[in-house]
């Protein structure tokens, strides 16, 4: 069993910035991948940054260079610090973490998601 809890969400003007924590708990291996998505209304949910256990990272376009994804493996915690907001930036944000977990003699890896985190950018 493994809980992904989000924090750091507000209303910030445009320009601002935000960090967004991520915290996951429970019977946990190992963590592989941990990465941030964020869906607005009438939207699909979209990648916005990805950071593997060894630290590569990636981002969306619409976020490089205002983006930074980071993590801290004694913690169990991913981070996204968000500066230069846009309006179109608001959106629900969702942590998501590869978890592995034993399986016979083997470590299996499943998808496990937080309850989101409300991003608003508006003046």
């Known amino acids: 069993q493994v809980q992904l809890v989000e924090s750091g969400g507000g209303l910030v003007q445009p320009g601002g910035s935000l960090r967004l924590s991520c915290a996951a708990s429970?019977?946990?291996?190992?963590?592989?991948?941990m990465g941030w998505y964020r869906q607005a209304p009438g939207k699909q949910r979209e990648l916005v940054a990805a950071?593997?256990?060894?630290?590569?990272?990636n981002y969306a376009v619409s976020v490089k260079g205002r983006f930074t994804i980071s993590r801290d493996n004694a913690k169990n915690t991913v981070y996204l610090q968000m500066d230069s907001l846009k309006p179109e930036d608001t959106a629900v944000y969702l942590c998501?973490?590869?978890?592995?977990?034993?399986?016979?003699?083997?470590?299996?890896?499943?998808?496990?998601w937080g309850q989101g985190t409300q991003v608003t950018v508006s003046s």
């Open positions: 998501n973490a590869n978890v592995g977990r034993w399986h016979m003699s083997t470590i299996a890896y499943d998808d496990y």
């Open positions: 429970g019977s946990i291996i190992s963590i592989n991948a």
């Open positions: 950071i593997t256990s060894g630290g590569s990272t």
